[in-house]
């Protein structure tokens, strides 16, 4: 008997193997090497610095400003993923005509990438040549500026614009994976659809609804691509995303120890999050 449950356990480890070496390749390895090379400075980053770039991270005006923005910014979409992403849903949700087109169409920009959303945003809402402003000109309203007067709420729309088809599938899921006995059993009761939106379908949503957040706010501290493509960081430092931070260190300042620190606080910030969101989200599961 203790053969044969050695036999399996060799057996479990050869299937595992090929996971560990991945990750560690490819997971492990990297984040060692940022924590390493966090510890150095000089143009080559070949220098022993201890802790002195962490220690600098914490009196970095313009990094305070960067991480600032940048949890404004996951905020932003993650709310606005959440609410739009489950309000579309519930929309699309019902025997409507034509819905799997509007779903699908819903679900294109998600498909498109950064960049070219990016570029595709900064030509619509140039001041200039902009078809947006053309529109607002032609209806006989007044033009915007819309990368000077709101630009982190501009982003914040662009992400929500791209993103929020992806959430509306998640919540297409979950509203599917909801048996119908529930709903039939509160119309027997009595119960009226907002109180079955807030009392069946919501909770009932929770596992969805903490999956689509912790994914958003960590898409959300990882931006990189609004700021550099659409708004370059500007104007005045409104829209200068952590990671957009981190590469201007990086690759334009020439400092590769200092940037590879901020990496290293960013997965710090990011773990913490992500662990505080699962353990609120346990203590919120419902089950009926």
Excluded: C
């Excluded at 691509?225 to 708004?231: E, R």
């Amino acid at each position: 008997m203790r053969s044969l449950n050695r036999r399996y356990a060799v057996t479990a480890y050869l299937f595992l193997l090929p996971a560990v070496v991945f990750f560690g390749i490819f997971f492990y390895l990297p984040i060692a090497n940022i924590l390493s090379t966090g510890t150095q400075t000089g143009p080559q980053a070949n220098v022993p610095a201890g802790i002195d770039n962490y220690v600098k991270a914490f009196g970095d005006a313009a990094m305070h400003n960067s991480f600032k923005v940048t949890l404004i910014f996951a905020v932003a979409t993650t709310v606005g993923s959440i609410v739009l992403g489950l309000g579309l849903a519930l929309l699309l949700d019902r025997p409507l005509k034509g819905r799997v087109v509007f779903r699908a169409a819903l679900l294109v920009p998600y498909l498109t990438s950064v960049a070219i959303v990016g570029l595709l945003w900064r030509n619509i809402l140039d001041p200039q040549l902009g078809i947006l402003n053309r529109l607002l000109d032609s209806a006989g309203l007044p033009q915007q500026q819309w990368l000077n007067t709101h630009p982190l709420a501009t982003i914040v729309a662009v992400t929500l614009w791209q993103h929020v088809g992806y959430t509306m599938v998640l919540f297409l899921a979950g509203l599917q994976g909801i048996p119908e006995t529930y709903a039939e059993a509160a119309k027997i009761d009595g119960a009226s659809p907002s109180q079955q939106f807030w009392r069946i379908t919501l909770p009932l949503l929770a596992p969805t609804t903490l999956f689509v957040s912790v994914m958003s706010v960590i898409s959300g501290l990882q931006a990189f691509g609004q700021a550099y493509i659409i708004t370059g960081g500007g104007p005045a430092n409104q829209t200068d995303l952590y990671v957009f931070h981190v590469f201007n260190v990086a690759f334009t300042s020439r400092d590769f120890g200092y940037s590879s620190a901020l990496s290293f606080l960013l997965l710090i910030v990011i773990v913490l999050f992500t662990t505080l969101q699962l353990r609120a989200g346990r203590r919120a599961e419902v089950q009926y």
